[in-house]
């Protein structure tokens, strides 16, 4: 579990960026905010895992999109994680400069994890071991990342596991609704292009009832879902009854977007073997607000088996979540700033005399005071 990201000039993260994270967090902010980036930087660290710090920028179109933007010298962007591991507890975090708006080194690395049978540390500055376990310091390149070559060392492959298990999902009914060709990676990929492969592999104990019960509770007329076979392709089938007419099955290409993206989503949420850290972007978007209770359910059921962290700036999921799970997201003079909701709005919420979703309707979410930019 991530218990806290400290960001400084990521995208649009300005500097000593600290958020802090439960079982359930929403992080809430009107469009362009910022909410995206932070989710972001937690996919960032991720990617940097699974295929190396480079690979992550590259996909990330280079370091200049990933640097938060500077008139002048660029700015180094710096990403530390907390988290509670199995086994005891960690913290990492890395640092990177460059003279320029399109090169990047890594100017430090550092990792402290402790756990029952002792403290393992390591610390790397402008490419070179200044601490770490004997017998363990491999050849250094600045452009990548220490913890990902030692990683498969058992005293770090625990925190290395943690932070490649961070999943952030921004559903798209589209790719849902196209006929997709079998592929047996896993975890669900960020916009669904494995979703039928995922339903396929899985046990259907594990997803389908009740993907098909809370279907059902948005549509009123779902019975049953299957994986069926189309050419090369697979595709998903959803069967539906209308009064005095035989149950028929549509293909997912004649469902409506919302259908699909709540599949989408509980699907990710179901999938086994979980994902320890789920975040899911916006999950209200094309999702009818009477189908909102719906889906925080889900989210809410998930926290027994994963961390989840939601974006949103729906006033009907707000009213659902507790005021201590709200991070606002706010951007000030084209910075993004964090922060818990501020303690005179959330005693009005907790009292009752007001919703969350209310509160965010009539004044909007405001953060903690006092807070600055540094904070």
């Known amino acids: 579990m991530i218990t806290h990201l400290t960001v400084s000039n990521y995208r649009s993260l300005g500097e000593n960026v600290r958020i802090e994270f439960g079982k359930l967090t929403v992080l809430v902010g009107p469009n362009g905010s910022g909410k995206s980036n932070v989710m972001d930087a937690l996919r960032f660290v991720a990617d940097a895992m699974h295929m190396g710090l480079s690979g992550a920028i590259t996909m990330r179109h280079g370091i200049g999109a990933v640097r938060r933007w500077s008139g002048g010298h660029p700015f180094n962007v710096v990403l530390r994680v907390g988290l509670t591991l199995p086994s005891g ?38 490419g070179k071991w200044q601490d770490g376990p004997e017998g363990l310091r491999p050849p250094l390149d600045k452009k990548n990342l220490a913890l990902q070559l030692i990683g498969g060392d058992e005293r770090f492959e625990e925190l290395v596991h943690a932070l490649q298990n961070i999943a952030v999902y921004a559903i798209f009914p589209d790719t849902l609704r196209a006929p997709q060709k079998y592929s047996p990676t896993k975890p669900m990929s960020r916009h669904g292009d494995n979703w039928v492969s995922v339903l396929k592999d899985q046990p259907a104990a594990t997803w389908k009832p009740d993907l098909i019960a809370a279907l059902n509770k948005l549509t009123g007329d779902t019975l049953d879902i299957k994986v069926a076979q189309a050419a090369s392709y697979l595709v998903v089938q959803f069967q539906h009854v209308s009064p005095n007419k035989k149950p028929k099955w549509f293909d997912a290409t004649q469902e409506s977007d919302g259908t699909l993206r709540v599949a989408g989503i509980i699907t990710a949420l179901l999938q086994e073997p979980s994902v320890p850290v789920i975040g899911v972007e916006e999950p209200e978007l094309t999702v009818h607000p009477g189908a909102i209770p719906l889906l925080y359910d889900h989210l809410k059921q998930a926290t027994k088996r994963s961390q989840v962290i939601v974006t949103t700036h729906s006033p009907e999921l707000l009213d659902l979540v507790e005021p201590d799970e709200v991070r606002v997201v706010m951007r000030a003079e084209g910075e993004t700033v964090v922060a818990p909701m501020r303690a005179s709005q959330r005693e009005v919420v907790k009292s009752g005399l007001m919703t969350l979703g209310e509160v965010m309707r009539m004044e909007g979410l405001q953060q903690e005071l006092p807070f600055t930019a540094a904070e």
């Open 89 to 126: 507890r960690a913290e990492y975090g890395f640092e990177l400069t460059g003279s320029s708006a399109e090169e990047y080194e890594v100017k430090s690395e550092d990792a402290d994890v402790i756990r029952g049978n002792g403290r393992f540390r390591f610390r790397v500055s402008g």
